[in-house]
């Protein structure tokens, strides 16, 4: 089958480059539609690949119905991408987008006009173009039911595992991907910000694998370790007045210790008494939020997690 991208982005090109690597006649991807050939984007990745890039505007002269459409766009333009290839009457074997949040309802136009509509959504991030970054990842497939098959078995030819959710969970799976990918981006820069050093990112890249590691072979809860899992308020009082001239670390700080909380109560580590003390620390000092500026709370807590003998 041929494969036409729509879009030349990070997504698009990696996904040209994973199947021009199999050298499968089976997956034969043919080139590009773009709004503007000429872009820099668009150079960059017709010499990545060798793939001719075409205006988006002439796709349905070079579409023909044994190619499937992969549309790598962003995910604010996908529905006027795909009305505006319905209104050209481009008319492929079938038409998927690569967005999470959504499903095949973002193709409503070309679904309206006859074409076989889904989406595949590589649960991976996709920082700049590259072949291999699909093999071992999932991959979130939906569509009308041939082409579903289809979708599936080229998430299986590029290495992915597919997998599907129903469709009015598509937001939640989404922000799923969002917390363990994104957020773990933002939580790598508060910790890289709180750190007393000028590369403050360095030393932590260890430590991240590794809790990674323990996830992967350990699992939830017992991964988790430190002073939450051990009660330990002393300590993490000390973190709260560490961090308290910065914001983000400390807003990031108490947010995350209250989630680890629950993990503590999961791992068994922490009884109901303790969660609560925890809890009382972290919300006495959050900033702006009527916490106790005296500190009083936490000799209270203090007291209380003593009295539990921790
Ligand atoms: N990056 C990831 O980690 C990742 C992972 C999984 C799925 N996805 C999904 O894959 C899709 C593409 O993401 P990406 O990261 O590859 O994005 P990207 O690198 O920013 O590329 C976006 C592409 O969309 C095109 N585009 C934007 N607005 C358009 C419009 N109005 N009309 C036509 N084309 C338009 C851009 O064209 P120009 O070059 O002309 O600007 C560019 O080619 C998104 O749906 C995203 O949710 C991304």
Same mark, same amino acid.
């Given at each position: 089958?041929?494969? /036409?991208?729509?879009?030349?982005?990070?997504?698009? *090109?990696?996904?040209?480059?994973?199947?021009?690597?199999?050298?499968?006649?089976t997956w034969r991807p043919t080139a590009f539609f773009v709004r503007d050939p000429a872009s820099p984007r668009a150079h960059e990745a017709a010499a990545a690949t060798g793939l001719q890039v075409q205006p988006l505007a002439r796709a349905a002269a070079r579409v023909d119905s044994e190619t499937l459409l992969l549309i790598a766009v962003a995910d604010r333009a996908i529905a006027d991408v795909a009305a505006a290839l319905a209104a050209q009457g481009v008319h492929p074997a079938g038409a998927a987008h690569t967005a999470g949040s959504m499903g095949k309802e973002a193709l409503?136009? =070309?679904?309206?006009?006859?074409?076989?509509?889904?989406s595949i959504h590589p649960l991976q991030t996709v920082a700049q173009p590259d072949p291999d970054v699909f093999t071992g990842a999932w991959c979130c497939v939906d569509g009308d039911a041939a082409l579903r098959l289809v979708l599936e078995a080229l998430a299986s030819a590029l290495?992915?595992?597919?997998?599907?959710?129903?469709?009015? /969970?598509?937001p939640r799976y989404h922000a799923a991907a969002v917390l363990a990918s994104?957020?773990?981006?933002?939580?790598a820069a508060a910790a890289a910000e709180a750190?007393?050093?000028?590369?403050? =990112?360095?030393?932590?890249?260890?430590? #991240?694998?590794?809790?990674?590691?323990?996830?992967?072979? #350990? $699992? =939830?809860?017992?991964?988790? *370790? $430190?002073?939450?899992?051990?009660?330990?308020?002393? *300590?993490?009082?000390?973190?709260?007045?560490?961090l308290r001239d910065l914001r983000s670390a400390a807003r990031a700080y108490r947010a995350l210790a209250d989630?680890?909380?629950?993990? /503590?109560?999961?791992? $068994? *580590?922490?009884?109901?008494?303790?969660?609560? /003390? =925890?809890?009382t620390l972290l919300g006495a000092h959050a900033p702006g939020d009527g916490g106790d500026p005296d500190g009083k709370a936490d000799h209270d807590t203090q007291t209380r997690a003593d009295e539990t003998g921790r």
């Amino acid at each position: 089958m041929q494969v /036409a991208l729509v879009g030349c982005g990070r997504v698009a *090109t990696s996904l040209a480059l994973a199947l021009l690597r199999r050298k499968d006649e089976t997956w034969r991807p043919t080139a590009f539609f773009v709004r503007d050939p000429a872009s820099p984007r668009a150079h960059e990745a017709a010499a990545a690949t060798g793939l001719q890039v075409q205006p988006l505007a002439r796709a349905a002269a070079r579409v023909d119905s044994e190619t499937l459409l992969l549309i790598a766009v962003a995910d604010r333009a996908i529905a006027d991408v795909a009305a505006a290839l319905a209104a050209q009457g481009v008319h492929p074997a079938g038409a998927a987008h690569t967005a999470g949040s959504m499903g095949k309802e973002a193709l409503a136009a =070309l679904a309206a006009s006859g074409v076989p509509t889904g989406s595949i959504h590589p649960l991976q991030t996709v920082a700049q173009p590259d072949p291999d970054v699909f093999t071992g990842a999932w991959c979130c497939v939906d569509g009308d039911a041939a082409l579903r098959l289809v979708l599936e078995a080229l998430a299986s030819a590029l290495g992915m595992q597919p997998f599907s959710v129903p469709a009015d /969970a598509r937001p939640r799976y989404h922000a799923a991907a969002v917390l363990a990918s994104n957020a773990l981006v933002a939580l790598a820069a508060a910790a890289a910000e709180a750190m007393p050093l000028s590369d403050g =990112l360095s030393p932590l890249l260890p430590l #991240m694998r590794r809790t990674l590691a323990n996830l992967e072979h #350990m $699992g =939830l809860p017992n991964a988790l *370790t $430190g002073p939450v899992e051990r009660g330990d308020l002393t *300590t993490i009082r000390r973190h709260l007045e560490a961090l308290r001239d910065l914001r983000s670390a400390a807003r990031a700080y108490r947010a995350l210790a209250d989630v680890t909380v629950n993990v /503590a109560l999961r791992k $068994g *580590t922490l009884d109901a008494d303790q969660a609560t /003390a =925890l809890r009382t620390l972290l919300g006495a000092h959050a900033p702006g939020d009527g916490g106790d500026p005296d500190g009083k709370a936490d000799h209270d807590t203090q007291t209380r997690a003593d009295e539990t003998g921790r």
